[in-house]
T-cell receptor, first 112, second 112 residues
């Protein structure tokens, strides 16, 4: 079946550092991947949607790209701020079962 | 504009006691509705989904049940709580063929 892997459980950066989060997937269909951000104590919010058609999405300074060669999606931001501290999830869309297949999440910690 | 409301905000319950959590969606007719469970620091686990009133599909039951008594309402319940039911319960919605799911603020449950 379809699957998603997020290997980076935690990333610790300083303000203005570059952020890169990786998410690999396995599917037999054309993938659509969603990036969600979850702030402490809140429900997840959609950050970006990426498909093989558009290859890239940009929102709130974040950029999501798709790499067919490595079957992976990347989330990056040029300069992180303390307000970006949160958990970032990737989720693969499974339309046949009305499901999102979730990665395990990457916790971003910004050092003061 | 659509709004999603979950109640209660938080609960502390005893093992073996019953539970009922609610979710309402305003401003969206005939939404698809979803229940998720999230352990502290964990990923999201989809529990149930419903695409129409009166019909609920189980993904992972965890000794819980769900019902959709109205178009805009989704209920999660159990007659007997377990310690393992502790966590963060999230309701989400989307419409038709839409990929993105939109999440509510969540209900935090502690079972003692």
């Amino acid at each position: 079946g379809d699957s998603v892997t997020q290997k980076q459980g935690q990333v610790t950066l300083s303000e203005d550092d570059f952020l890169f989060i990786n998410c690999t997937y396995s599917t037999t269909t054309y993938p659509t991947l969603l990036w969600y951000v979850q702030y402490l104590g809140q429900g997840p919010q959609l950050l970006l949607k990426v498909t093989t058609a558009n290859n890239k999405g940009i929102s709130r300074g974040f950029e999501a790209t798709y790499d067919k060669g490595t079957t992976s999606f990347h989330l990056q931001k040029a300069s992180v701020q303390e307000s970006d501290s949160a958990v970032y999830f990737c989720a693969l869309v499974d339309r046949s079962n009305y499901q999102l297949i979730w990665g395990s999440g990457t916790k971003l910690i910004i050092k003061p | 504009a659509q709004t999603i409301h979950q109640w209660p905000v938080a609960e502390i319950k005893a093992v073996g006691s019953p539970l009922s959590l609610g979710c309402t969606i305003k401003g969206k007719s005939s939404p698809n509705l979803y229940w998720y469970w999230q352990a502290t620091g964990g990923t999201l686990q989809q529990l149930f989904y419903s695409i129409t009133v009166g019909q609920v599909e189980s993904v992972v039951q965890l000794n819980l049940s769900a019902s959709r008594p109205k178009d805009d309402q989704f209920i999660l319940s159990t007659e007997k709580l377990l310690l393992s039911h502790s966590g963060f319960y999230l309701c989400a919605y989307n419409r038709g063929e839409e990929d993105t799911q939109y999440f509510g603020p969540g209900t935090r449950l502690l079972v003692l």
